[in-house]
């Protein structure tokens, strides 16, 4: 008896040791939130204020402190997530993860965005303030590297910290215009449907694009692979951070508010992940000041406002990327022809370091064009040598000269000249200001082809034919400066035509961009709150439309009670995807149904990359009321050719059928809740036994694809659709009553996981609540958390 509590005790005491060893080691990983740091580089000392969310407003007395202490801060809350960041471009995520990320650094290191990096810095003007500003954040974040807690992920991953240079932070840039861009996506899609299907069935898909459009005004037969865009789409889906997708925004001017003033609205849409992708920072010094919104690596915050301006962005989504078909010479496979005759590959060599495996050493061809991605990308089928052209490494880049003048705009105009430095990624800059302007620019580089060209197919590289023709002045971009409409918006939908022509994209279906104008256009007495409420707004205008198209073919003889109730439930429906809701879950199911009745016979294996264009949600209502196409005929049946109706009646069935074994015979218990999840994934919560430490849910939410609160998930097989997008945060700017201006992110300030602003604005984002943007000075500093930031002896 004695023996068996000596061993209680020292299992006990064992415990307990390890219980306090495990607790004074996470001391080590909290943030520090308050007390005295010494660093180099400082001219005066800085003031840093924490506030209850743990956004940081740093007073200093000049701009350079001020960048130094916001690198340090952003250091200490989100240095995992910039290790992670400035890795993609690189090609070095396989120094981290080891060789599942091969693939995905094969192809991010090909893009030449490395290449363009080092050409674009070699070219900066070392004393402009924006270089200066730029060297001082990252001096920032270099100390903290020297001085700061390790986070914790560096330790289980095994990374050791390295100094981060300008290149990491054009870095950035490149995989965040990359993620922008659509073509990869797409345009390998629509050359198959037109090379092995035909015309035919290329036409019905890309005729959906000038349908059903809301105009954002300017004033001013065999079975497709889909190898390669499906290949891209798994790189992308191997990534360990947030991609960029959408965005809404909207600007409503003094003539349609309560107040006389203007109000500004953002929600830009971005993968979920954890940390959240934005980091908030409040820089005031004795001549500036901004409340801003910051990725990863970039001083300049992308989405911002002081008391005189506010701004934010959603993706213009035009194309600038176009994919080519170069042609060998069949005597030599090192040169490709040209119309002035064959010209030499230029050839990249690189190296991938792989954790506890070999480096990988490879060779990149580059055409006039762009490098081949046939030998970036595995198990592409084409034997044709396939150059992507992209607007990005083409043009002088100037991304971060644009972030810096538009987060230090002194007017309307200064931030237009702002705005037209943007090459790439495209970006709708949305503007309001306290003189009751208000303003939005379609912003990057454009360019034209020959009239008759169509340019997401693959292009012509030896003919000389399919070449750019001119680069369009910025004053030729689409814009609007105080519009008779007395609001601006933008929510990824297609512009106003440029000389008559509607400029090729990929953007995106009307729902959101129609329920932001009806909204908008039916008051004029618009107040905060009314604003906040329409960010959260969960109705779809088209789906009721594309329900009424399917139900008028249904053939209801035979239904059963059930059935009868789930019909009535959708003509019921009025597109709202509220939580409780049965509509969106039978909605969801027959899209899927339908889709796949009626495209997968002929697209086999490119059918799931299908689902995941934009493309598609254009061409479903288009081809729900189609009452001829040849895409009804089902070619894997022999000696019958399908109609509309028979289509549309086996899509009910079979999701009929699939939802009562999905969730039970009942109808009325098929909500929406059941169904459809959110989780806040952590690079290394994908490990089973590090998911509940680093992921943030699942919880339920609210919302739908491609409403104004848009929860951005996959419609497919499963039944299930967990959330992998949304909004990454909501703003309100009212220039009526700046300093209460409100915004949320979907999960907290803090990467650390430890830290108490890890996942504390996650339960009201959920729903749909706001906090402070806090500009009061008085009430800033009477935060407990004061860290002062002093000059190094």
Same mark, same amino acid.
């Given at each position: 008896?004695?023996?068996?509590? *000596?061993?209680?005790?020292? +299992?006990?005491?064992?415990?307990?040791?390890?219980?306090?060893?495990?607790?004074?080691?996470?001391?080590?990983?909290?943030?520090?939130?308050?007390? %005295?740091?010494?660093? /180099?580089?400082?001219?005066?000392?800085?003031?840093?204020?924490?506030?209850?969310?743990?956004?940081?407003?740093?007073?200093?007395?000049?701009?350079?402190?001020?960048?130094?202490?916001?690198?340090?801060?952003?250091?200490?809350?989100?240095?995992?997530?910039?290790?992670?960041?400035?890795?993609?471009?690189?090609?070095?995520?396989?120094?981290?993860?080891?060789?599942?990320?091969?693939?995905?650094?094969?192809?991010?290191?090909?893009?030449?965005?490395?290449?363009?990096?080092?050409?674009?810095?070699?070219?900066? &003007?070392?004393?402009?303030?924006?270089?200066?500003?730029?060297?001082?954040?990252?001096?920032?974040? *270099?100390?903290?590297? /020297?001085?700061?807690?390790?986070?914790?992920?560096?330790?289980?991953?095994?990374?050791?910290?390295?100094?981060?240079?300008?290149?990491?932070?054009?870095?950035?840039?490149?995989?965040?215009?990359?993620?922008?861009?659509?073509?990869?996506? $797409?345009?390998?899609?629509?050359?198959?449907?037109?090379?092995?299907?035909?015309?035919?069935?290329?036409?019905?898909?890309?005729?959906?694009?000038?349908? *059903?459009?809301?105009?954002?005004?300017?004033?001013?037969?065999?079975?497709?692979?889909?190898?390669?865009?499906?290949?891209?789409?798994?790189?992308?889906?191997?990534?360990?951070?947030?991609?960029?997708?959408?965005?809404?925004?909207?600007?409503?001017?003094?003539?349609? =508010?309560?107040?006389?003033?203007?109000?500004?609205?953002?929600?830009?849409?971005?993968? #979920?992940?954890?940390?959240?992708?934005?980091?908030?920072?409040?820089?005031? =010094?004795?001549?500036?000041?901004?409340?801003?919104?910051?990725?990863?690596?970039?001083?300049?915050?992308?989405?911002?406002?002081?008391?005189?301006?506010?701004?934010?962005?959603?993706?213009?989504?035009?194309?600038?990327?176009?994919?080519?078909?170069?042609?060998?010479?069949?005597?030599?496979?090192?040169?490709?022809?040209?119309?002035?005759?064959?010209?030499?590959?230029?050839?990249?060599?690189?190296?991938?370091?792989?954790?506890?495996?070999?480096?990988?050493?490879?060779?990149?061809?580059?055409?006039?064009?762009?490098?081949? +991605?046939?030998?970036?990308? =595995?198990?592409?089928?084409?034997?044709?040598?396939?150059?992507?052209?992209?607007?990005? $490494?083409?043009?002088?880049?100037?991304?971060?000269?644009?972030?810096?003048?538009?987060?230090?705009?002194?007017?309307?105009?200064?931030?237009?000249?702002?705005?037209?430095?943007?090459?790439?990624?495209?970006?709708?800059?949305?503007?309001? &200001?306290?003189?009751?302007?208000?303003?939005?620019?379609?912003?990057?580089?454009?360019?034209?082809?020959?009239?008759?060209?169509?340019?997401?197919?693959?292009?012509?590289?030896?003919?000389?034919?399919?070449?750019?023709?001119?680069?369009?002045?910025?004053?030729?971009?689409?814009?609007?400066?105080?519009?008779?409409?007395?609001?601006?918006?933008?929510?990824?939908?297609?512009?106003?035509?440029?000389?008559?022509?509607?400029?090729?994209?990929?953007?995106?279906?009307?729902?959101?961009?129609?329920?932001?104008?009806?909204?908008?256009?039916?008051?004029?007495?618009?107040?905060?709150?009314?604003?906040?409420?329409?960010?959260?707004?969960?109705?779809?205008?088209?789906?009721?439309?594309?329900?009424? %198209?399917?139900?008028?073919?249904?053939?209801?003889?035979?239904?059963?009670?059930?059935?009868?109730?789930?019909?009535?439930?959708?003509?019921?429906?009025?597109?709202?995807?509220?939580?409780?809701?049965?509509?969106?879950?039978? #909605?969801?199911?027959?899209?899927?149904?339908?889709?796949?009745?009626?495209?997968?016979?002929?697209?086999?294996?490119?059918?799931?990359?299908?689902?995941? =264009?934009?493309?598609?949600?254009?061409?479903?209502?288009?081809?729900?009321?189609?009452?001829?196409?040849?895409?009804?005929?089902?070619?894997?049946?022999?000696?019958?050719?399908?109609?509309?109706?028979?289509?549309?009646?086996?899509?009910?069935?079979?999701?009929?059928?699939?939802?009562?074994?999905?969730?039970?015979?009942?109808?009325?218990?098929?909500?929406?809740?059941?169904?459809?999840?959110?989780?806040?994934?952590? !690079?290394?919560?994908?490990? &089973?036994?590090?998911?509940?430490?680093?992921?943030?849910?699942?919880?339920?939410?609210?919302?739908?694809?491609?409403?104004?609160?848009?929860?951005?998930?996959?419609? %497919? !097989?499963?039944? #299930?659709?967990?959330?992998?997008?949304?909004?990454?945060?909501?703003?309100?700017?009212?220039?009526?009553?700046?300093?209460?201006?409100?915004?949320?992110?979907?999960?907290?300030?803090?990467?650390?996981?430890?830290?108490?602003?890890?996942?504390?604005?996650?339960?009201?984002?959920?729903?749909?609540?706001?906090?402070?943007?806090?500009?009061?000075?008085?009430?800033?500093?009477?935060?407990?958390?004061?860290?002062?930031?002093?000059?190094?002896?």
């Amino acid at each position: 008896m004695k023996i068996v509590k *000596n061993i209680t005790k020292y +299992i006990f005491l064992l415990i307990l040791f390890v219980s306090v060893g495990f607790w004074l080691y996470t001391k080590t990983l909290y943030p520090e939130y308050k007390g %005295d740091i010494a660093l /180099e580089n400082l001219v005066e000392e800085v003031e840093i204020y924490y506030d209850t969310i743990g956004v940081p407003h740093i007073n200093a007395q000049n701009q350079h402190d001020a960048y130094t202490a916001l690198g340090y801060v952003h250091a200490q809350d989100r240095l995992w997530q910039m290790e992670l960041i400035r890795r993609i471009s690189a090609g070095r995520l396989s120094e981290i993860f080891g060789e599942k990320l091969i693939d995905t650094d094969k192809f991010m290191s090909g893009l030449g965005i490395e290449e363009n990096a080092q050409k674009t810095i070699q070219n900066l &003007d070392k004393n402009s303030e924006m270089y200066q500003l730029s060297m001082a954040y990252l001096n920032g974040i *270099n100390q903290y590297i /020297e001085n700061g807690k390790t986070p914790l992920e560096f330790t289980l991953v095994g990374v050791e910290k390295e100094k981060y240079t300008l290149k990491d932070m054009y870095n950035v840039f490149g995989y965040m215009a990359f993620s922008f861009a659509m073509a990869h996506k $797409t345009d390998p899609l629509l050359t198959e449907v037109k090379e092995v299907l035909g015309e035919a069935y290329l036409n019905e898909l890309i005729g959906a694009e000038t349908q *059903n459009l809301t105009l954002i005004q300017t004033q001013k037969n065999p079975i497709l692979k889909g190898a390669l865009g499906s290949a891209m789409q798994k790189l992308f889906n191997a990534l360990p951070i947030s991609p960029f997708i959408g965005s809404n925004s909207w600007v409503i001017g003094p003539e349609k =508010t309560k107040s006389g003033k203007v109000i500004f609205a953002n929600d830009p849409h971005i993968g #979920y992940s954890q940390p959240s992708v934005w980091y908030q920072s409040h820089i005031k =010094t004795p001549n500036y000041e901004i409340y801003g919104f910051n990725l990863a690596l970039v001083p300049f915050p992308l989405l911002g406002h002081n008391r005189t301006y506010a701004y934010g962005l959603t993706m213009f989504e035009n194309d600038d990327v176009d994919f080519y078909t170069e042609e060998n010479n069949p005597n030599n496979p090192m040169e490709y022809k040209t119309p002035n005759g064959y010209e030499k590959y230029s050839l990249v060599d690189k190296r991938i370091k792989v954790k506890e495996g070999e480096d990988l050493v490879y060779q990149i061809k580059v055409s006039q064009h762009g490098p081949i +991605i046939n030998d970036l990308v =595995t198990h592409i089928d084409d034997e044709r040598p396939i150059a992507m052209q992209w607007i990005y $490494t083409k043009a002088e880049n100037k991304i971060l000269d644009a972030a810096y003048a538009i987060s230090h705009a002194k007017s309307l105009e200064d931030f237009k000249k702002g705005a037209s430095k943007l090459h790439a990624p495209g970006l709708n800059m949305m503007y309001g &200001d306290a003189l009751n302007n208000i303003a939005w620019f379609a912003s990057g580089k454009l360019y034209r082809y020959r009239d008759s060209l169509y340019t997401k197919t693959y292009l012509n590289g030896a003919s000389g034919k399919d070449e750019i023709l001119e680069y369009l002045d910025f004053k030729q971009n689409p814009q609007a400066v105080n519009p008779s409409s007395n609001y601006v918006y933008s929510a990824n939908n297609q512009t106003e035509s440029i000389d008559g022509t509607l400029y090729p994209g990929y953007y995106l279906f009307e729902n959101r961009a129609k329920r932001i104008v009806n909204l908008l256009e039916s008051k004029n007495d618009w107040t905060k709150e009314e604003v906040a409420t329409m960010l959260n707004d969960v109705t779809s205008l088209s789906a009721p439309k594309v329900l009424t %198209d399917f139900i008028k073919e249904i053939d209801q003889k035979g239904f059963s009670p059930s059935q009868k109730i789930a019909l009535s439930s959708l003509k019921k429906w009025k597109g709202n995807f509220d939580t409780f809701e049965i509509g969106p879950v039978i #909605y969801n199911r027959i899209v899927y149904e339908f889709q796949k009745n009626t495209f997968s016979d002929e697209l086999g294996d490119a059918f799931e990359q299908f689902t995941n =264009t934009p493309l598609i949600e254009k061409v479903l209502p288009v081809q729900m009321a189609r009452e001829n196409s040849v895409w009804w005929d089902d070619v894997s049946t022999k000696d019958k050719v399908e109609t509309k109706k028979e289509i549309i009646n086996k899509s009910f069935q079979d999701a009929f059928s699939f939802l009562q074994n999905q969730l039970g015979e009942n109808v009325v218990n098929w909500t929406w809740d059941r169904v459809v999840s959110v989780e806040h994934k952590h !690079a290394l919560g994908q490990v &089973d036994a590090l998911r509940m430490l680093f992921n943030v849910g699942p919880f339920v939410t609210s919302g739908g694809d491609q409403v104004i609160n848009n929860q951005i998930y996959d419609i %497919d !097989a499963t039944g #299930y659709y967990k959330v992998k997008a949304g909004p990454s945060t909501r703003r309100i700017v009212d220039f009526s009553d700046i300093e209460n201006s409100m915004a949320i992110i979907p999960t907290g300030q803090s990467g650390r996981v430890f830290s108490a602003h890890y996942k504390d604005q996650a339960a009201k984002y959920l729903n749909g609540e706001f906090v402070k943007m806090e500009m009061n000075q008085a009430i800033i500093e009477k935060s407990p958390n004061r860290l002062v930031l002093y000059p190094k002896k």
